[in-house]
């Protein structure tokens, strides 16, 4: 027995089988779907029988796969979680995502729930809840199994990093008029909400927040909520308001709880997610992909970068704004400066130099904010050291009685207008009580005449700094949790996918 979810009512479940007689061997809610099935078989069904009786009993979220030691055939099937079927020459396959057998096919039948699989080698069939036989399509992915080996780097991670030149030109590709300014993204046209929502978690609430930000700031009133709080306290919406959920595998519980109370009230949902046949996709009203290619380490990188640009691309087909022409000629450019800077950057010596800094800080004001959060975000998650990302100007109301020369703050300021200057005001007091401060600047700001240590990016459009910013961030995560000897791809506790609420 596979399973991934949660199975609710494991405990009655449970209390009952042992009434019967049922011996357990562990503590996991999965273990009473065996036990139910060999209660089935006991009372005369076959295995696919047993497999369906048992399913029948079960509450919660499960994607579930079942073998008997002498059966021909795996059962599968899910509710709330993801299930997929890889359809080969000889063979076939299932897994939660795509990723898992595309070194072996790309042709995928995508599961709905209540739906039951049969596999045997070379064939597979599926049916619904009654056992009717269903006319599945077969789906063909772009992603070739290249993208989804390490190709020489030490881990995922730094490879998805390394990748972003490319991802990112995949994301803008045939979606911009450098003349214009304007964007021709057909799950866009004629989007004209007055009001937008934006609901993720993770590293994609982050991207969500750059989203929001720039809409409010093209006169859009939008928000960026956590997707597990909207879920059960949403915002009020009106008929015009278009929720926007972000999410990079497209099968966060979270995420799709959030969109799916959206639905619920009647407006307009967008998933923006990079897996084509996810559940986002195929569930909600209209689908931006941000083609950013299968991402393996379970850090999210070069979707981030993605993400962000997919909101520069929304925000343009929602709002019209005079520097429309500046910020696609930026993003145009984009590529190769994330190229200049991975090829210059010193990331690894500043890791280096903070390895054994009690925490880390990282602060930003307005389109920086979102990076802020994103390098904290990450450093935690793969060094497993404390971090902490917020908005400059909220360091003296309180995290500042955390600073010491022990704690590192990085500041990431570009430009020399007033944002800039408040922040490197923000960078002054934490100076003042000693704490080093790296700046991730541009050659415009003078922030680094404060700095220990500066990781430069190259000049570019404010609404496109945050971006290369985040390179370097990312890069030292990568390389603090390198040198600390860190489960880079599958740090403790973590999922690439997080399908369970
Ligand atoms: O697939 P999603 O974008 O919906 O995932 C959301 C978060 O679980 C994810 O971004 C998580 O925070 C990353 N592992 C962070 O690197």
Redesign the pocket.
Known sequence: MVHNGIIENYDELKAELQADGHEFTSDTDTEVVPHLIEDAMAAGHDFEAAFRAAVSRLEGSYALAAVTADAEAILATRRDSPLVVGVGDDAAYLASDVPAFLEFTDRVVYLEDGEFARLESGSWTVTDDEGLLLEKSVSRVEWDAEETAKSGYDHYMLKEIHEQPRSLRQCLRDRVDELTGSVDVEALEGLSPKSVQFV?????YHAACYGAHALREAGVPSQAFLASEYATAPAPVSEETLVVG???????AD?LAALRQAERRGVETLAMTNVVGSTAARECDRTLFIRAGPEIG???TK?FSSQVVACNLLSAAIAERSDAREVVGALRDLPGQVQELLDESHAEAVADRFLDSDGYFFIGREYHHPVALEGA??MK?ITYKHAEGFPAGELKHGPLALVTEETPVFAVVTGDGETAQKTIGNVKEVEARDAPVVAVTDGVSEVGRYAEEVLEIPETHPRVAPMLANVQLQLVAYYVAKKLGRSIDKPRN?A???TVE
Not at 246 to 252: F, K, P, V, W
């Open positions: 993720a978690c993770g590293t994609s972000i999410t990079q595998s497209g099968e966060t995420t379970v850090a999210a979707t975000l990450k998650e973590l690439k996918s997080v």
